[in-house]
């Protein structure tokens, strides 16, 4: 069974601009996750779609934000891009109910 | 609000070696705690899980305790190799519904053969 998927795995973006980031899921998984991971601050929790709902939110910034589809694809997007926004952001995905997570290996944003 | 908690920063430890990673959380109302592993660049590959209602889960060289009532954790790992160099994380699920994950910053252990 394939794992998590991100795409893309880097990207290099100017203050300013948007970023759209793209998770699948493992096959059967509806709920997806999406962490910040930052030297400074560690692994931060940014929101949760279940059945294309967003269920759980994190501490960030309206510019963050995200949405699932019914295939339970996952995109989260960064509007207005600052410095700080650099990070690895990684994607995770379980079974309904399910305690373990499953991660993706990461898209690393640079934001210059 | 659940802060959770791992010192040492960084182990360098010589191959063979046992060692215990520590993890404490602030609040007890845990639903389970998960132990990742992560290399460079990469993301996290879970390792054990503990439900709340355990006390300890193995799975190989990897042993992981839970003491819910101290608030703490520890990931032992016996005869250490250079192939465990890595960052270790735990993680705590609070109880209730649609609980996210809260971190540790995590251990970045190093195994010198």
């Known amino acids: 069974k394939a794992g998590v998927t991100q795409t893309p795995r880097y990207l290099i973006k100017t203050r300013g601009q948007q970023v759209t980031l793209s998770c699948s899921p493992i096959?059967?998984?509806?709920?997806v996750s999406w962490y910040q991971q930052t030297p400074g601050q560690g692994l931060q929790f940014l929101f949760e779609y279940f059945s294309e709902t967003q269920r759980n939110k994190g501490n960030f910034p309206g510019r963050f934000s995200g949405r699932q589809f019914s295939n339970s694809r996952s995109e989260m997007n960064v509007s207005t891009l600052e410095l700080g926004d650099s990070a690895l952001y990684l994607c995770?995905?379980?079974?309904?109910?399910?305690?373990?997570?499953?991660f993706g290996p990461g898209t690393r944003l640079t934001v210059l | 609000k659940q802060e959770v908690t791992q010192i040492p920063a960084a182990l360098s430890v010589p191959e063979g070696e046992n060692l215990v990673l520590n993890c404490s959380f602030t609040d007890s109302a845990i639903y389970n705690l998960q132990w990742f592993r992560q290399d460079p660049g990469k993301g996290l590959t879970s390792l054990l899980l503990?439900?709340?209602?355990?006390r300890e889960q193995t799975s190989g060289r990897l042993n992981a305790s839970l003491d819910k009532s101290s608030g703490r954790s520890t990931l032992y790992i016996a005869a250490s190799q250079p192939g465990d160099s890595a960052t270790y994380l735990c993680?705590?699920?609070?109880?209730?519904?649609?609980?996210?994950?809260?971190f540790g910053k995590g251990i970045t252990l190093s195994v010198r053969p």
């Open positions: 096959s059967g998984h509806r709920s």
């Open positions: 995770a995905s379980s079974l309904p109910a399910a305690d373990t997570q499953y």
């Open positions: 993680a705590v699920k609070r109880s209730g519904a649609n609980s996210k994950l809260t």
């Open positions: 503990i439900q709340s209602s355990q």
